[in-house]
């Protein structure tokens, strides 16, 4: 896949071929929790081939769970109805990899949609059509609120309104989830945790996911102060992780935003690497929330930008060293399993 993925910068096969391993623990199964499918002229094309092609690197991938990212939307009719088109699709994918046709994982064994919650309590009708079109495999839905000023400088091209998670209707919308049985995720960055917070207390009932480790920002007018910043997010996800309805996502540290840099190098990082760079922030993650509130993600191919899938997987597993069997177990596929229902 030679593309651009969010308007950051490119994936390049090449460099992520400089750096090649064996599949450590290759026996352990996994769920990948987060990844995406695509094909648009502005950030390339990652679909059922490119997926298979990172699950076959050696580690056991037993199912994944498709996150939305407003792809394969439906052309017309009544825009609130569109994303509907996406879990449509997601679910044709599903059931193309359950024939068994195309090997044992079962990708997209749980799709979450884009949930445009400032539709408020309108957004009910919305969700019931996602739940029919999603085949027995639709868990819920995703409202990134992710924004900073400085976001344009890092080449995001969407800003979004501060505040968004503590909006009126964003709430009246969200109220809508729990009685039909949805769960909900969001991608913030880590001065907003405190707004996801609230939410998560008001809305106690209702399971929440943060991704990407709740967005400790690298760039910027952070770039310099990441120690700052660590103990600021620090705080902030121990605050979070005291709801107990609220879990967390390990992964999404090759986007740009965390400033790690990987992108950069001569030749692509190592497990190792990965696994020294990572370290404060998932152990912060796994004692805060226990193993079993926590899930490793690949957040492919947005990732795909800074490593390989199966290095990625390497360094997780570099992360887990030392930890019990069922331990691993949670990080590993337990969690995901429990958060989405998918009964693995």
Not at 129 to 135: F, N, S
Not at 247 to 254: A, P, T, W, Y
């Amino acid at each position: 896949m030679t593309s651009t993925i969010a308007a950051e910068f490119a994936v390049r096969p090449e460099w992520l071929a400089t750096r090649s391993e064996e599949a450590l623990e290759p026996a352990l199964p996994i769920i990948d929790p987060h990844h995406h499918l695509l094909d648009r002229p502005a950030h390339g094309t990652y679909l059922l081939p490119d997926l298979l092609a990172d699950l076959g690197s050696g580690h056991d991938i037993v199912a994944t769970v498709y996150l939305e990212w407003q792809s394969m939307v439906r052309a017309d009719g009544p825009l609130e109805m569109r994303p509907v088109g996406e879990v449509e699709f997601a679910n044709g994918v599903a059931a193309v990899c359950a024939s068994g046709g195309y090997g044992k994982t079962r990708a997209c064994a749980g799709i979450v949609g884009h949930g445009d919650l400032t539709l408020g309590s309108k957004i009910a009708p919305v969700l019931e059509a996602m739940i029919a079109a999603g085949g027995g495999r639709f868990r819920g839905v995703r409202l990134i609120a992710a924004s900073d000023p400085d976001q344009p400088r890092w080449g995001g091209k969407v800003v979004r309104p501060q505040g968004l998670l503590l909006d009126w209707k964003v709430r009246e919308g969200f109220a809508q989830l729990a009685p039909l049985g949805l769960s909900f995720e969001t991608w913030v960055f880590h001065p907003q945790l405190g707004d996801l917070l609230d939410l998560a207390r008001a809305f106690s009932e209702t399971p929440i996911c943060v991704d990407h480790l709740g967005g400790p920002i690298g760039l910027g007018r952070f770039e310099c102060q990441r120690d700052a910043v660590f103990a600021d997010w620090r705080r902030r996800i121990g605050e979070l992780a005291a709801c107990p309805n609220v879990h967390v996502k390990l992964g999404g540290m090759g986007m740009k935003s965390f400033g790690f840099g990987f992108h950069d190098a001569e030749i692509a990082p190592s497990s190792e690497q990965l696994a020294a760079a990572w370290r404060p922030y998932v152990e912060t993650c796994i004692e805060a929330f226990g193993p079993e509130r926590a899930m490793f993600e690949s957040n492919f191919p947005v990732d795909k930008v800074s490593y390989g899938y199966g290095v990625y997987w390497n360094a997780c597993k570099r992360l887990a060293k030392g930890m019990s069997p069922s331990e691993k177990a949670d990080l590993f596929h337990g969690t995901s399993s429990r958060f989405y229902r998918l009964g693995l």
